[in-house]
């Protein structure tokens, strides 16, 4: 997949390997295998949205995912366990500005493989490729305050707030909640 920049530098994404996922790129075929993770109550924990509720809110969401990826300023993967190749959750890079070698990363995990390093093999294996193949310079991670899990985890790899968004995000009942930004940037 390319993803051609204002620059005119083009990106040729490609599938990663880690050490127990591949990170693959988003097909229609592992709906069942995203519809498992997105009905999961507990993955919504700290997000705007809800749970999926059938198949067909799943479908139409990675339909969209993948309009994304090849459209705009982003491209995601989904996780792939390597030795049963069942997915269980996805990884973006959104946001890319190549004048600034700067991106935004989300993720979703499946919550039956939390606590099992899976997004320290995920972070791994996409940190470097960002850093190393393609030279980005800053990374950024927008999340909820309450999310201390995904905060844990991020600055395992030395991610470091830069800030806090008031009221930035809002649940399906508008409650309002702060957001807290973490970015990893390269010395120079």
């Known amino acids: 997949?390319?993803?051609?920049?204002?620059?005119?530098?083009?990106?040729?994404?490609?599938?990663?390997?880690?050490?127990?996922?591949?990170?693959?790129?988003?097909?229609?075929?592992?709906?069942?295998?995203?519809?498992?993770?997105?009905?999961?109550?507990?993955?919504?924990?700290?997000?705007e949205f809800e749970p999926h509720n059938n198949k067909k809110d799943t479908e139409k969401y990675l339909i969209n995912l993948i309009k994304r990826s090849n459209?705009?300023?982003?491209?995601?993967?989904?996780?792939?366990l390597k030795d049963t190749l069942k997915v269980i959750?996805?990884?973006?890079?959104h946001d890319i500005n190549?004048?600034?070698?700067?991106?935004?990363?989300?993720y979703a995990l499946s919550p039956k493989y939390w606590g099992e390093k899976i997004f320290s093999?995920?972070?791994k294996s996409v940190l470097d490729y960002l850093i190393d193949d393609l030279s980005f310079h800053r990374?950024?991670?927008?999340?909820a305050k309450k999310n201390i899990r995904s905060i844990g985890a991020i600055k395992k790899f030395n991610f470091e707030q830069e800030g806090m968004l008031k009221?930035?995000?809002?649940?399906s009942n508008n409650n309002r909640f702060d957001a807290v930004i973490y970015s990893l940037v390269q010395k120079t």
Not at 6 to 17: A, D, G, Q, V, W
Not at 71 to 80: K, T
Not at 139 to 143: A, G, L, P
Not at 167 to 171: A, I, N, V
């Open 1 to 47: 997949m390319y993803l051609k920049h204002k620059t005119m530098k083009m990106i040729e994404f490609k599938n990663l390997i880690g050490a127990k996922v591949n990170l693959i790129d988003l097909d229609l075929k592992y709906l069942d295998d995203m519809f498992e993770y997105s009905s999961d109550k507990r993955l919504y924990e700290h997000l």
């Open 71 to 80: 459209e705009q300023n982003a491209h995601w993967w989904f996780i792939q």
């Open 89 to 93: 959750g996805s990884f973006g890079i």
């Open 98 to 106: 190549m004048n600034r070698s700067s991106c935004e990363i989300s």
């Open 121 to 123: 093999d995920v972070m």
């Open 139 to 143: 990374i950024m991670v927008t999340t």
């Open 167 to 171: 009221d930035f995000y809002h649940d």
